[in-house]
C-alpha cells in the first residue's frame, strides 16, 4: 500500500476571544470563532470557496472543552473543533482543528496518475465524483475509477489520519 499525503492540513492556531466583563462566567462570541475556523480554512484550501462558519453557542468555556463547528468548502459541510487550551483574565485561547479528515480530490487524482506513471502508464484519466474534497473519518474508504483505451481500474483509498494521509490500492 503506497502512503501520501493528499489532504489539507490540520491547523492549529491560538485564537483569542473576549470574556465576558460583566458575568461571572466566561463566555465567548462564536461568530467571531466561526470567523476564525473559516480563516484558517481559508489559508489552506485558497482555490477553493470557504463559506457559512458556525459554530455552537452556550458552551461552557473551560479548559478541554471542545467547541463544535461547522465551515462550507466548496459546497462541502466540514466539522471543526474548536479546544478551550487555557483561560487567562481577558482571553480564552484556542486550538482550531478539522474534526474529520479533509481531502482534496485533486491531491488524490494527482497521487494516482503520479504513481500510474512511475509504472509507465500515461495518459490515463482518474475520476473520484464530482466533488472538489471528500469529508471523512480515518478508516473510511472510497474508490476511484482509472480508465485509458476503454479500459478501467478501481483504486482503493483509505483515509488514514485526521490530517488527511490517504495509503491506495489497486
Same mark, same amino acid.
Do not use: H, W
Given at each position: +500500500?503506497?502512503?501520501?499525503?493528499? *489532504?489539507?492540513?490540520?491547523?492549529?492556531?491560538?485564537?483569542?476571544?473576549?470574556?465576558?466583563?460583566?458575568?461571572?462566567?466566561?463566555?465567548?462570541?462564536?461568530?467571531?470563532?466561526?470567523?476564525?475556523?473559516?480563516?484558517?480554512?481559508?489559508?489552506?484550501?485558497?482555490?477553493?470557496?470557504?463559506?457559512? =462558519?458556525?459554530?455552537?453557542?452556550?458552551?461552557?468555556?473551560?479548559?478541554?472543552?471542545?467547541?463544535?463547528?461547522?465551515?462550507?468548502?466548496?459546497?462541502?459541510? *466540514?466539522?471543526?473543533?474548536?479546544?478551550?487550551?487555557?483561560?487567562?483574565?481577558?482571553?480564552?485561547?484556542?486550538? /482550531?482543528?478539522?474534526?474529520? *479528515?479533509? /481531502?482534496?480530490?485533486? *491531491?488524490?487524482? =494527482?497521487?494516482?496518475?503520479?504513481?500510474?506513471?512511475? $509504472?509507465?502508464?500515461?495518459?490515463?484519466?482518474?475520476?473520484?465524483? =464530482?466533488?472538489?474534497?471528500?469529508?471523512?473519518?480515518?478508516?473510511?474508504?472510497?474508490?476511484?475509477? +482509472?480508465?485509458?483505451?476503454?479500459?478501467?481500474?478501481?483504486?482503493? /483509498?483509505?483515509? $488514514?489520519?485526521? $490530517?488527511?494521509?490517504? =495509503?491506495?490500492?489497486?
Amino acid at each position: +500500500m503506497t502512503r501520501t499525503r493528499a *489532504a489539507l492540513a490540520t491547523t492549529s492556531l491560538l485564537a483569542l476571544a473576549a470574556l465576558s466583563a460583566c458575568s461571572s462566567e466566561p463566555t465567548y462570541d462564536a461568530e467571531e470563532i466561526a470567523a476564525k475556523v473559516v480563516a484558517e480554512q481559508e489559508k489552506v484550501t485558497p482555490d477553493l470557496e470557504v463559506a457559512d =462558519g458556525t459554530c455552537e453557542e452556550d458552551v461552557p468555556l473551560e479548559v478541554d472543552e471542545v467547541i463544535g463547528c461547522t465551515v462550507s468548502i466548496a459546497g462541502v459541510e *466540514a466539522p471543526y473543533d474548536v479546544t478551550v487550551t487555557s483561560l487567562e483574565e481577558e482571553r480564552a485561547n484556542y486550538r /482550531i482543528e478539522p474534526a474529520k *479528515a479533509v /481531502i482534496s480530490v485533486e *491531491a488524490v487524482k =494527482g497521487a494516482l496518475t503520479a504513481e500510474l506513471e512511475k $509504472q509507465g502508464v500515461t495518459g490515463a484519466e482518474v475520476d473520484c465524483g =464530482g466533488d472538489a474534497i471528500r469529508v471523512e473519518d480515518p478508516g473510511t474508504t472510497f474508490t476511484c475509477t +482509472m480508465s485509458l483505451g476503454g479500459r478501467s481500474r478501481e483504486a482503493t /483509498i483509505t483515509v $488514514q489520519d485526521l $490530517q488527511g494521509n490517504i =495509503g491506495y490500492e489497486f
